[in-house]
T-cell receptor, first 113, second 114 residues
Framework: DQQVKQNSPSLSVQEGRISILNCDYTNSMFDYFLWYKKYPAEGPTFLISISSIKDKNEDGRFTVFLNKSAKHLSLHIVPSQPGDSAVYFCAARIMNTGNQFYFGTGTSLTVIP | ETGVTQSPTHLIKTRGQQVTLRCSSQSGHNTVSWYQQALGQGPQFIFQYYREEENGRGNFPPRFSGLQFPNYSSELNVNALELDDSALYLC?????????????FGPGTRLLVL
């Protein structure tokens, strides 16, 4: 039962262009969402988060958008850089259940120089 | 600020054996969560420890158990290893009580069960 889904296993983007990574979820009780970046042989690194009371959060080149009615989350990276090449995971938490996060299966982003 | 560390980095065991994995949480964090990441999948929540007690558990059998120590470090123990237990085991620390409780991950322990 995959409650958080990343339907694109991979994405290739030219350097300088925008990368858009998508995430869909099924549980309307999720109240907090995060994006992580993972390089090979390393643990996931926290990128950016958004609370369900917001629809946008921005941090430098990274912006996360939340569409609660569509149960859809997206991460925009602009401009994309070769160092952004990694696997990106979205994760979500159900309110009032402690700190258990549900992860998607990841999207592998390749930024072409 | 010291990040999350895990040991060992790699481990090979045989079916039926027992394994203990260790995690030191990030400075200032009081909560540790453990995840299993199989190849090509996202991390799956195993359990979480807060104040030395289990504080939530995912869909994993009882042969997966854990401990948290007064210094907030943690152990994951797996008994009666099965081939399907081969995976990357990730530890994440966070601070319960700050509202958002973002989890910060260690580099993981890669376990191979033969």
């Amino acid at each position: 039962d995959q409650q958080v889904k990343q339907n694109s296993p991979s994405l290739s983007v030219q350097e300088g262009r925008i990368s858009i990574l998508n995430c869909d979820y099924t549980n309307s009780m999720f109240d907090y969402f995060l994006w992580y970046k993972k390089y090979p042989a390393e643990g996931p690194t926290f990128l950016i988060s958004i609370s369900s009371i917001k629809d946008k959060n921005e941090d430098g080149r990274f912006t996360v958008f939340l569409n609660k009615s569509a149960k859809h989350l997206s991460l925009h990276i602009v401009p994309s850089q070769p160092g952004d090449s990694a696997v990106y995971f979205c994760a979500a938490r159900i309110m009032n259940t402690g700190n258990q996060f549900y992860f998607g299966t990841g999207t592998s982003l390749t930024v072409i120089p | 600020e010291t990040g999350v560390t895990q040991s060992p980095t790699h481990l090979i065991k045989t079916r039926g054996q027992q394994v203990t994995l260790r995690c030191s949480s990030q400075s200032g964090h009081n909560t540790v969560s453990w995840y299993q990441q199989a190849l090509g999948q996202g991390p799956q929540f195993i359990f979480q420890y807060y104040r030395e007690e289990e504080n939530g558990r995912g869909n994993f059998p009882p042969r997966f158990s854990g401990l948290q120590f007064p210094n907030y470090s943690s152990e994951l123990n797996v008994n009666a290893l099965e081939l399907d237990d081969s995976a990357l085991y990730l530890c994440a620390s966070s601070r319960t009580g700050d509202g958002k409780e973002t989890q910060y991950f260690g580099p993981g322990t890669r376990l191979l069960v033969l």
